[in-house]
């Protein structure tokens, strides 16, 4: 048995709930009324940010679902701030984005691959909370 799976799990724990309230904010263009801050920092918020006024400038919003394999792929606890490397395998098949104007999708642009991976740093800033505190995508690697 893995002696860091609870570790693990709370890692992946708040890169979940990172990604759930991502999710709210890319079906409205808009991150108010959701609990980002709770999960990630705005390092980590930064490319979501710039997402979201791309969205608004352009009347887009998101609909379906997002693909999602995370794995804790490096653990560093026995430091004064620990750290956890979170690789996923994100998955764009289910995801859409709608023309709020015409209520009609926008495909994906054909360089931008259905599966990538991004990579994301967690940190545990205190007692048990686990932070996201970078998040990078990097559509040139497909999973």
């Not at 430091?79 to 926008?106: F, G, H, M, R, Y």
Request: hydrophobic share 40%; proline share 6%; aromatic share 6%.
């Amino acid at each position: 048995m893995d002696p860091d799976a609870a570790v693990k799990a709370a890692v992946l724990e708040v890169y979940s709930s990172m990604w759930v309230e991502q999710m709210k904010a890319y079906r409205v263009a808009s991150p108010d009324g959701t609990k980002l801050d709770d999960f990630a920092t705005l390092d980590a918020l930064s490319a979501f940010e710039r997402d979201l006024a791309h969205m608004k400038r352009n009347n887009t919003v998101i609909r379906g679902e997002l693909g999602h394999e995370p794995v804790v792929t490096a653990l560093d606890i026995d430091v004064k701030l620990p750290t956890a490397t979170v690789e996923d395998c994100v998955d764009l098949s289910k995801w859409q984005t709608l023309d709020t104007k015409t209520n009609k999708p926008i495909p994906l642009p054909t360089a931008q691959p259905l599966r990538y991976v991004a990579a994301a740093t967690v940190e545990r800033w205190d007692e048990e909370r686990w932070m996201v505190t970078e998040y990078k995508p990097d559509g040139s690697r497909s999973c």
